[in-house]
């Protein structure tokens, strides 16, 4: 009923030479965009040669970050007129790094998601607890609260199209994953939380992504459970065997 997505996250790992090296190396062993979606999500400096080197492939191109307005006086923005225009079908939003380094706030991430909707892309919107909150045992209503306000005045059939990323900031690039149950835990509080504001059938809809060390040897354990409907990968997405690997998770 959902089709799974897995997505790179690459950071600010690749150049364009190495987007064009890598898209060339997966480009034909993807599966079909109808059974896993494939995405990767590039710096914008990399999206020309990933667009221009992913055409005519089953590959899906993502922004890792956008602004919310579509062009003004914005020195060094990225504007999502503009990424729709070039072909960009997701973007990624409020990733703990850009709250954490770049102090965005639930309610940039909000007007984000709007921008994105406004253009006709599809938001991947991140959400996430730090070893602090969980340890306190607030993981639950701290991801709810994200949630919430990221979904903030967006319609029923905007967020029934939405994916939304689940990433404990403790499992990031540490090599320590939340096991499948703890993932499957809070991913499961993420769909409550959307069946609450909407309801159940929006809820059935929406696709929930885990990530944090996601890598070959766990995406199948992940992916089994009921709640998790697919992977935002850092790290093993940087290489293409691993990246196919992630997305032919089924074979
Ligand atoms: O932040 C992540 C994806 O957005 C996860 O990164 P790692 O897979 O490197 O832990």
Redesign the pocket.
């Given at each position: 009923m959902r089709t799974p997505i897995i997505a790179g996250?690459w950071?600010m790992n690749m150049n364009p030479e190495q987007t064009a090296e890598f898209v060339k190396a997966v480009k034909d062993k993807l599966p079909k965009a109808t059974e896993v979606e494939s995405v990767i999500?590039a710096p914008a400096v990399d999206l020309p040669a990933l667009l221009e080197n992913a055409k005519g492939s089953e590959l899906k191109v993502a922004a890792e970050n956008c602004y919310f307005e579509d062009e003004g006086a914005f020195t060094g923005e990225t504007s999502p007129k503009v990424l729709k225009e070039m072909g960009v079908d997701y973007v990624?939003i409020g990733?703990?790094?850009r709250r954490d380094y770049f102090h965005e706030t639930d309610e940039d991430i909000n007007k984000k998601a709007h921008a994105i909707f406004n253009n006709g892309m599809t938001p991947i919107v991140?959400c996430g607890e730090s070893l602090e909150t969980r340890e306190a045992g607030k993981a639950e209503e701290w991801v709810e609260a994200q949630v919430k306000a990221a979904l903030k005045d967006l319609t029923a059939e905007q967020v029934s199209n939405l994916v939304i990323?689940y990433?404990p900031i403790w499992?990031?690039?540490?090599?320590k994953t939340a096991t499948s149950d703890q993932a499957e835990e809070i991913c499961a509080v993420v769909r409550k939380t959307v069946a609450d504001l909407y309801d159940q059938d929006v809820a059935d809809k929406v696709r929930i992504q885990y990530?944090?060390?996601?890598?070959p040897d766990n995406v199948k354990e992940l992916m089994a459970k009921p709640n998790i409907d697919g992977g935002?990968?850092?790290?093993?997405?940087l290489v293409p065997e691993s990246y196919l690997e992630l997305v032919n998770f089924n074979d």
């Open positions: 996250n950071k999500a990624i990733h703990s790094e991140c990323a990433e499992a990031i690039g540490t090599g990530g944090g060390s996601v890598k935002l990968v850092g790290g093993a997405s």
